[in-house]
């Protein structure tokens, strides 16, 4: 099946710094990708739709100015977690849907952020 | 809000095949049952999708019912490494967001 990878797997950062986190589709273009949380013991959280060349779609609750999203290419999207607190620590997910097909979603191993 | 409604945890011996259902009573018409599950620390993984018909590939069967409110998904021999969150999925065909569910804990028992 098709790979997305992101970087770092994990992250240790201060708090009031700001952590950037890549998602790739390795072998396919994704005109669209997702971003999830995850807190221990619960299930993934849908934050953001990060659509290649236009704004993001974020979900009810969720700060846009907090969580910047990047996708600049068909490869590639970013999630800036800006002035980062111990209560933003979570696994990150990203997924990516292949240009075309939105039946297939492929989603990352996921980052483990750390805010201490 | 996820559109369906799974037993938290189950078990199921090693060897053994494991039957873990799901209800999606509201299920509308143009609607598709996906199966993800997520290994500990882990991004998740699809397994199968169906629309009405059985579905069968090399990893899991999905049967589902004939008035589509609900499914079965079968692991023909787990395996410990099976061991996992399993998430039942209703999924328009126009839809592009996965909205995931509690999911099932499958605890696979040496």
């Known amino acids: 099946g098709a790979v997305v990878s992101q970087h770092p797997s994990r992250v240790i950062c201060k708090s009031g710094t700001s952590v950037k986190i890549e998602c790739r589709s390795l072998d396919f273009q994704a005109t669209t990708m997702f971003w999830y949380r995850q807190f221990p013991k619960k299930s993934l959280m849908l934050m953001a739709t990060s659509n290649e060349g236009s704004k993001a779609t974020y979900e009810q609750g969720v700060e846009k100015d907090k969580f910047l999203i990047n996708h600049a290419s068909l490869t590639l999207s970013t999630l800036t977690v800006t002035s980062a607190h111990p209560e933003d620590s979570s696994f990150y997910i990203c997924s990516a849907t292949p240009s075309g097909n939105v039946y297939e979603q492929y989603f990352g191993p996921g980052t483990r952020l750390t805010v201490t | 809000d996820a559109k369906t409604t799974q037993p938290p945890s189950m078990d199921c011996a090693e060897g053994r095949a494991a039957n873990l259902p799901c209800n999606h009573s509201t299920i509308s018409g143009n609607e598709y049952v996906y199966w993800y599950r997520q290994i500990h620390s882990q991004g998740p993984q699809y397994i199968i999708h169906g629309l009405k018909n059985n579905e069968t590939n090399e990893m899991a069967s999905l049967i589902i019912t004939e008035d589509r409110k609900s499914s079965t998904l079968i692991l023909p021999h787990a395996t410990l490494r099976d061991t996992a969150v399993y998430y039942c999925?209703?999924?328009?065909?126009?839809?592009?967001?996965?909205?995931f569910g509690k999911g099932t804990r499958l605890h696979i028992l040496p």
């Open positions: 999925i209703v999924r328009g065909n126009r839809d592009d967001k996965i909205i």
